[in-house]
């Protein structure tokens, strides 16, 4: 059984920084993507970043390029996404989610995801 559980939310004011984890059990990375995506309250889930093991490439909302960074430790299964200059625009909850058939032109699609964790919360504060 697949399973991703994030961690490292929390509530944080403007220009912040949190660390948001995403372990996972149950597969290796090989071959996957690792996504993050976002639901904040009436909105619709928005796909932050990717990490894809298959073609070692990663990707960003553009909105968060150059604040957030997706990182791994594939020793620990483990998906980072530190996140500097935090907004309150920011303020969702995030979900880790895997895919074995991401592609690039389709990362932010989270129809490519077949497993998700159950999201953590992050509140920016202005």
């Known amino acids: 059984e697949v399973k991703l559980v994030e961690s490292g939310g929390g509530l944080v004011q403007a220009g912040g920084s949190l660390r948001l984890s995403c372990v996972a059990s149950?597969?290796?990375?090989?071959?996957?993507?690792i996504g993050w995506f976002r639901q904040a309250p009436g909105k619709e889930r928005e796909a932050v970043s990717c990490?894809?093991?298959?073609?070692?490439?990663?990707y960003y909302l553009d909105s968060v390029k150059g604040r957030f960074t997706i990182s791994s430790d594939i020793a620990e299964n483990t998906v980072f996404l530190q996140m500097n200059s935090l907004e309150p625009e920011d303020t969702a909850v995030y979900y880790c989610a895997a895919g074995a058939l991401v592609v690039p032109s389709t990362w932010y699609k989270d129809y490519d995801y077949e497993h998700w964790g159950q999201g953590t919360q992050v509140t920016v504060s202005s």
């Open positions: 990490i894809s093991f298959g073609d070692n490439n990663v």
């Open positions: 149950g597969l290796t990375f090989d071959g996957y993507g």
